[in-house]
């Protein structure tokens, strides 16, 4: 029997090496980042350290490469805000892991859902 994280992992994979479209691809890093602070939160709530540490973790990992994927040159002044707000998030990220803040992952949580409807906005027009 296919384990279920298994197979929801190869459909990732799947899903994200078909598809042509950079904004579906960021649509998706801002998803797992969402999910994964979610998680995050349930961490600090029942005291999980392994939990907490895991997802802020994964988390990071993808602001990170969202960082890094800016392009200045094209991008100009958003491409700058969007490296402002990046480092901002990964900043409250280890403080909420110092801290067990629940309440500073939930503000990145609603910031990152406030860019991904932009990026939605985007693709729409697109």
Known sequence: MV???????????????TTDNPVDLVIMLYDGAIE??????MGIEIKSLQIKI????KTFAIIEEL???????GGGQVAVNLADLYFYMMRELVLANLEDDAAKIRHIISLLKELREAWIQIKNKA
């Open 3 to 17: 384990n279920a994280a298994y197979a929801l992992n190869a459909y990732t994979q799947t899903k994200v090496t």
């Open 36 to 41: 994964f602070l979610e998680k995050a939160v």
């Open 67 to 73: 960082d890094k994927s800016l392009n200045f040159e």
């Open 54 to 57: 895991k997802y802020i973790t």
